[in-house]
């Protein structure tokens, strides 16, 4: 082999001959010479790349001099240097499909049965192969050198290099993943969290090196001098994984990953709460690819120890990873609704509207699957309870997941759940209480809101009274939904409380913002339209939203207005109101100049006047019967029936009264303006 590489070296020297021979009386090569010894840095740097891609055979001496200038100590140089180099390597030096041969590697056989001619180009190719793998390997090094700069912005240029390559060319991808890899444990945040990025996008590219670029993080996670940051980055990379229903070794082995972490991170006395979060995010989506049992009885153990310990963030992941794990053993213990109950309570929960939503969500399903009426009547019990101190996201949210678990459960569990027996009519459990001398059972005969098992609150016998504060809530949104699961309706919405109920989103649609676009495909409602839009104000009143009809009323009837003073012009010109005039409205208010045109608080009291009193059940809106009643007018026969109901009267009982009435009806004139001014001036005496 040693004989067959000095020929196809002998064979590739005369090949680079020929062509400078070929290339030596060109203007263009001149040229390049001349710019290469007295050239600014920029055109040396063209120069030399402009021979490397004329020919490779000839350029070898060019690329090695771009190399040299990877390894000098000037950034700027090294930079330059680099992006020429990468250029080189991606779009012309490398093969795509395939990795580079060593010339040891070479099939001799190959050679047999060629003529002299295609011999010599034949080992020309190999040799040439093998000396661009060697330069690449050696262009490899550099990067791992630079990779370890003290400028942060030299290391993050260095490893989108090595992103392009790694995701662009196979050739030495191991190398290259190891270095992308070693980066998560990157002193800076930045560069740390760039190439978790950068690891992302590699997958996302090539699915097929999950189980590779896992092994590789594992060798990270595990090293005995990595520090806690590091594990920290390559636990974030991990839990961003996407898995498919048929990757269940990948599953298996994550999930193995996380618990060994879990119990690493727990053990110490001061745990990362970020760490141990981003573990339980990780297990809580890897543990459904898995299939079949996983032997997690001993880890189960220590989580439900764990759970009292750690905040409420990791405490809802944890439940959640419990509920998930005992669902696939096909029974939920006890234990775990023990601590749900108790987790409720805690008052850090319900701060953030991402952990609300996760309490929701795991209740909801809780409740679905759990047999006992009793314990799931104490669980409404408690999410009624924190209901009313929350705000109308929660409620609404609350009341949904009511609802729907109302919904799940046959009319017998409904009518258990509504019902409060007496103590002489049922036969009341017992709870343990312990003492010194024995255990002794005594009956529960009382709700107790501190008990710590739901099964033995006595929530039995307490009537669930919240529902009837709710449905008299300030939001009438609220008011509706309670309103309908006492009446055992169900209740028409799709959208997410935690979006839709929000002052934010409120105070959006009263300024006439458009709402955002929603990116997953859902049906298109009154909440999707903007506010000032034809479809809108065509829509009837009972498919707008409950917390919107004051707004929808408002603009039809201001639209309606509108229309009459300018003879019926265009409905878009008359129903917009514009920056501009709503900030002259702002300015002429601080001047006690106000437009009547544009005056609110008339529009709303002439609505007023229109509309009349408010029903009799109380309704503040009133139903769509009393809307066409307002706005037909009197016939004559009402009219006259009306004026004799108020006519004066001959009876003895009505007289100062009529006189009063009178009064009033009547314009009064000057004279008597100041006859009534002299009868209210009070003497001194």
Known sequence: MEGMREEAKMCFEKMHRDTQDFRRDGHGQRWSKMVMKSGTLADRLAALTLDVKRSPHSGLGSLDSLLAMLKKKGRREALMALDAVAALFREQLLQSDRKLIKFESRKLADLEQKNKQDREGLLSEWYLEDQIKERYFSFILLLDGLLKDQQELTRLKVMGVVFDLLVEKPEREDKLLEMLVNKLGDPEKKVASKACGFLVRVLQQHPNMKLIVVEEVERLLYRTNVSPKAQYYAVCFLVQIKLADTENALAVRLVKIYFSLFKAATAKKISNPKMVSAILTGVNRTYPFTKGPQNLLDHIDHLFRYIHTVTAQVGIQILMLLYQVMEREGAITDRFYMALYRKMMDSDLLQHSGR???????????????????????????????AMTQSTPFICGALIVISEVLKSKPNSFRAKLFQAPSVSSTAAPVKEEHSKE???????TDYSAAARNPLFCGAEFAPIWELRVLSQHYHPSVCRFADNILRNKPLDYAGDPFEDF???????????????????????????????????????????PDDERFLHRYLTQRLKQKKVAVGHDDMDAASDVSDSEFDKF????EKNEVDEDLDFAADMNDVSEERGSIDEDGSLFGDDDDDESVQGDFSAGEKDALNAAFSDSDGEEGDDGDDAM??????????DAEDYDDEMDFDDD
């Not at 679905?368 to 799931?376: A, I, L, Q, S």
């Not at 702002?586 to 208010?589: M, T």
């Open 356 to 386: 609300s939503s996760s309490l929701l969500n795991l209740l909801y399903k809780s409740m679905k699957r759990d047999p006992e009426t009793m314990r799931v009547k104490a669980f409404i019990k408690r999410i009624l309870q924190l």
């Open 586 to 589: 702002l300015d002429d208010f």
């Open 438 to 444: 024995g255990t002794s059972r005594l009956p529960i």
């Open 502 to 544: 929000t002052a934010i989103h409120f105070l959006d649609r009263f300024v006439y913002r458009n709402p955002k676009k929603r990116t997953e495909d859902g049906q298109s409602g009154a909440r999707d339209m903007p506010v000032l839009s034809d479809q809108y104000l065509n829509l009837p009143e009972k498919k707008i």
């Open 662 to 671: 009178g009064d009033f009806a009547d314009a009064p004139s000057d004279e």
